[in-house]
């Protein structure tokens, strides 16, 4: 099969690699679509240099076939059916697993594959085995939304983490690819209001379409109430200041962009002690989560939000033009077709 290799910073390379094998309790998936993520733009810049690398860790498939035991299993995805599919490696035997929190899994994630290519999810191919727990049926989805199963997943579990509740007011900070998931999803739980600060001019014009109740800048704070939760969707001090202004005494703020470069920032301790703030984290998605994600691709609810979303589309073939756009162009998701 073929499968799309980075070997250093602007070089990909499809390589000729064995069709996995099925165990037992495991599925083999024929990929459909895979969106490019930031790590993929990252590993082709040269800004992450690991190298050779089969990236690609947002995909949707058909089911190709299932292995003997998982076929008992009256929820497992049949052989034909269109998937989203879970690349996470997910042990069952850490503390984070044990405690029912596995999207914080302590195992490391991916290998090395017999072709030496480190596998970090190794997506942008033509097929991939998964545990059979990790793909889930979304009808008949466009195969290039139901790629974005990872992502909204995502999306969900920080919903989940910020405990959103109908009639709340959100703030989101940032109107990139994973702003526009969060306003999606939160006008889906019926939040009261959804405004979303915005630094770019550009990026705050083309979220309006999406139809948030107000668009802001940073400095433009009192024009809105304050929410009862905060969503801030990039790794920035700047954005954490920010919504510390945005949210109501009593309110939460979710920390969903991170990154292990971003300055430290200070807790302001009185201020989350006077004004009972919660902060908290947001990272990777649960089963749950996915569980979630692939019933609102299946039923279609977001497909108008989703499509907007869906820069361009490229054939493996030219995953070379992919990756260089999503590396050096503000896009939201460029997808493989595979
Ligand atoms: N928690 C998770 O599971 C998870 C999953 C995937 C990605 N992420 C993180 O989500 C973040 C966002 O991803 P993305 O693809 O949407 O990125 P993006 O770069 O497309 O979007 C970020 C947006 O924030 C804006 N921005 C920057 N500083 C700002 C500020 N101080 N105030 C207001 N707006 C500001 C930028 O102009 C940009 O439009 C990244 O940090 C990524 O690591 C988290
Ligand atoms: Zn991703
Ligand atoms: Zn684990």
């Known amino acids: 099969m073929r499968s799309a290799v980075i070997t250093a910073p602007g070089q990909v390379e499809i390589r000729d690699v064995p069709v996995p094998d099925v165990g037992d309790m495991e599925v ?68 984070s697993c044990r405690s029912g929190q596995s999207a914080i899994c302590a195992s490391p994630q991916g290998g090395v594959r017999p072709d030496g290519a480190i596998t970090m999810g190794a997506g942008l191919a033509e097929y991939v085995r998964v545990p059979a727990g990790h793909v889930w049926s979304v009808g008949d989805a466009d195969p290039a939304l139901a790629a974005m199963g990872e992502p909204l997943a995502c999306v969900v579990h920080s919903l989940r983490r910020g405990a959103l509740r109908e009639g709340d007011r959100v703030t989101i900070v940032g109107a990139g690819y994973m702003g526009h998931l969060h306003l999606a999803l939160a006008r889906h739980h019926q939040a009261r209001s959804v405004v979303v600060v915005e630094l770019d001019e550009e990026r705050r014009t083309a979220i309006e379409p999406a139809e948030p109740d107000a668009v802001i800048g940073p400095d433009q704070l009192d024009e809105v109430p304050r929410a009862d939760v905060v969503f801030v969707t990039i790794a920035s001090g700047a954005a954490i200041a920010t919504a510390l202004a945005a949210v109501a005494d009593g309110g939460r703020i979710v920390l969903f962009g991170g990154s292990p470069d971003g300055p430290p920032a200070e807790v302001p301790g009185y201020e989350v002690h006077r004004r009972q703030l919660t902060v908290t984290g947001s990272y990777s998605q649960e089963p749950a989560d996915w569980r979630a994600a692939a019933e609102l691709l299946r039923s279609g609810t977001l497909t108008e939000r989703l499509q907007r979303l869906v820069t361009a589309r490229y054939p493996l073939d030219e995953v070379a033009t992919a990756l260089k756009r999503t590396a050096e162009e503000r896009v939201y998701r460029v997808v493989v077709t595979c």
């Not at 733009?41 to 190709?64: C, D």
């Not at 299993?73 to 042990?91: M, Q």
Request: aromatic share 2%.
């Open 28 to 95: 083999l998936v024929r990929v459909t679509a895979c969106g490019l993520c930031t790590m993929e733009g990252n590993l082709y810049a040269g800004r992450m240099p690991v190298y050779p690398t089969a990236a690609g860790h947002e995909i949707s498939g058909r089911v190709e076939a299932v292995g003997a035991a998982a076929a008992q299993l009256e929820d497992v995805p049949a052989v034909g059916d269109l998937v989203t599919v879970d690349l996470l490696t997910r042990c069952g035997a850490c503390r």
